[in-house]
């Protein structure tokens, strides 16, 4: 069934899933606040610098106007930075109806309100059916149909299901769940996770040190998810396993970018100007450390890549404090072992 879906920022996130939701037959609206990008996108077709290879098809509507973006739709794809999401959401409320369906597929969370970014959609709009897209999917491979599997979350089933009929196909496989805090909180922890991964890469540590990273790191993200109400399963899912194996391992990671920089010694803001797009992870740590203290949960690993981004610690200090912590034990011993 032919849909009429409008996504909310053009950079290649948005592009990708747009060009997704064409090939499924759906009228797709591609929307974004900056000119001189709709206006390349027209000229183009494409991202040169960013999806050289990814080419938008002729039938994407490509606009700056929100209300042509937003009137009218059966859903509303949030693909905009995690920074820009509650600004979006103001300016979209006057042209949504009750019942408004919305997809977030952004990662991160609001660090002054420490919401996730669906709570923060709702917020804005209470009225408006809310839901997360999340996994592991990077645009430069999802553009170009590469097999892809990640998760829907909503509250209703019948939304989670109307979202999977719109976005899957054979080579873009989703899931649906009802836990929307667990892909949320997934989705953006790992990716304060990957700026460490990165930053052993950059450190040239090796692969058993980011092995144990990435293990103790989703262990973290699993106590504070857990802690925030979402379900254990879905932190060994796509959005929590899932999502932290890809963002931690590829090159197409601008997070893990980020912090192979910093492992070389770059400082977190020359890092993220050498990126040149937003590093969620950089966002997110602050906001992931608030969380750990508020709900009493241990983070180390979270608490000193904090320390190595906005304080004065080298990532090598980062690293040997991290194993020169007192024993622990994997797994508590019960009573009488």
């Not at 009802?178 to 052993?200: Q, R, Y």
């Not at 180390?300 to 304080?311: A, D, H, R």
């Amino acid at each position: 069934m032919s849909r009429k879906v409008s996504v909310l920022g053009a950079g290649t996130w948005g592009t990708a899933l747009a060009i997704q939701l064409t090939e499924n037959g759906n009228e797709v609206t591609l929307w974004s606040k900056v000119e001189k990008e709709i206006t390349a996108l027209k000229a183009d077709r494409k991202h040169i610098v960013n999806l050289p290879h990814v080419e938008l098809p002729d039938s994407v509507i490509l606009t700056t106007d929100l209300k042509e973006a937003c009137v009218d739709k059966d859903i509303i794809v949030f693909a905009t930075a995690s920074p820009y999401i509650r600004a979006t959401a103001q300016s979209v409320k006057e042209f949504v109806p009750d019942g408004q369906i919305v997809v977030n597929v952004a990662k991160g969370i609001e660090e002054s309100t420490l919401m996730t970014l669906t709570e923060v959609i709702n917020d804005e709009i209470p009225t408006a059916q809310v839901a997360v897209l999340s996994g592991p999917s990077h645009a430069e491979e999802v553009g170009r149909d590469i097999p892809t599997a990640i998760v829907v979350g909503a509250k209703k089933k019948e939304v989670a299901m109307l979202i999977q009929d719109t976005f899957m196909n054979d080579t873009f496989r989703i899931y649906i769940s009802p836990d929307v805090t667990g892909i949320e909180l997934g989705g953006s922890l790992k990716n304060v996770i990957a700026l460490a991964a990165g930053v052993v890469d950059g450190l040239e540590l090796g692969d058993n040190t980011k092995a144990a990273l990435m293990t103790r790191g989703l262990t973290e993200i699993s106590r504070l998810g857990v802690a925030m109400g979402g379900n254990l399963e879905t932190f060994l899912g796509l959005s929590g396993m899932g999502d932290l194996i890809v963002t931690c391992t590829s090159l197409h990671s601008r997070n893990h970018n980020a912090g192979y920089l910093i492992g070389k010694g770059y400082t977190m803001k020359a890092a993220m100007e050498e990126v040149k797009q937003v590093v969620e992870g950089v966002n997110s740590a602050r906001a992931a450390l608030l969380l750990a203290n508020k709900y009493h949960v241990s983070m180390p690993i979270v608490e000193q890549i904090n320390e190595v981004l906005f304080g004065d610690k080298t990532a090598k200090e980062a690293l040997f404090e991290l194993f020169a912590r007192a024993r622990q034990e994997e797994i508590n011993w019960s009573d009488g072992q």
